[in-house]
């Protein structure tokens, strides 16, 4: 290779890599007291036992289209988790995670109107867990989150009924960004 040639293609070869279309989060949950801010928070030890884990794929190949699969392991075994991407960070307290994300905001929250608390304008998965408390789940919508505005992904209490109201957060991921 000529010096020319090759000083020209220097630059490039100094190029950061583009990012991947696949990115894998995994995390133990822990207590939001944790000396080290945990990047995964359990508000409820019975249904999200301290040292569960959550493995998080995030699929951005297609463009255009997002898919999420959490596969998850010693949760409360044979329960059903919603799960949901959220807007705020995870913190102590189990509403710092924000309103659900969606891909059109409703202008009025919290958010019940059907017109945009929906499948289409949500990412929303069902985690059921097996006897053992593993499980995993995927959804795919046709859009890609707002850089920087999908910030956690939130495990609800679901069914059955118990200590935990149905919809009452017992679990938040933090993103990675």
């Known amino acids: 290779m000529t010096a020319p ?3 020209a293609l220097l630059p490039l070869a100094l190029l950061a890599p583009a990012a991947s279309p696949v990115s894998v ?4 949950f822990d207590p939001a007291t944790a ?18 884990h959550a493995r998080l794929v995030t ?7 997002t898919a999420l699969t959490l596969i998850a392991t010693g ?36 958010s019940t109107d059907p017109a ?16 053992r408390g593993d499980g995993a789940a995927t959804a795919a919508v046709g859009w890609r989150p707002r850089p920087g ?17 149905a919809g009452d957060r017992v679990a938040c991921v933090k993103l990675e960004r």
Request: hydrophobic share 35%; proline share 13%.
């Open 5 to 7: 040639l090759a000083a």
């Open 25 to 28: 989060q995994e995390a133990d």
């Open 35 to 52: 000396f080290v801010p945990p990047a995964a928070i359990s508000y409820a030890q019975d249904l999200v036992p301290y040292g569960s």
């Open 59 to 65: 699929d951005r190949s297609t463009p255009g289209r």
């Open 75 to 110: 949760l409360a075994p044979d329960h059903e988790f919603p799960v949901h991407l959220h807007t705020g960070d995870c913190g102590a307290d189990p509403a710092a995670s924000g309103p659900h994300y969606q891909d059109v905001p409703d202008p009025v929250q919290p």
């Open 116 to 131: 945009y608390a929906n499948d289409r304008n949500e990412l929303r998965l069902v985690l059921r867990t097996d006897g």
């Open 149 to 165: 505005q999908a910030r956690s992904l939130v495990l609800h209490a679901g069914t059955p009924a118990g200590p935990h109201g």
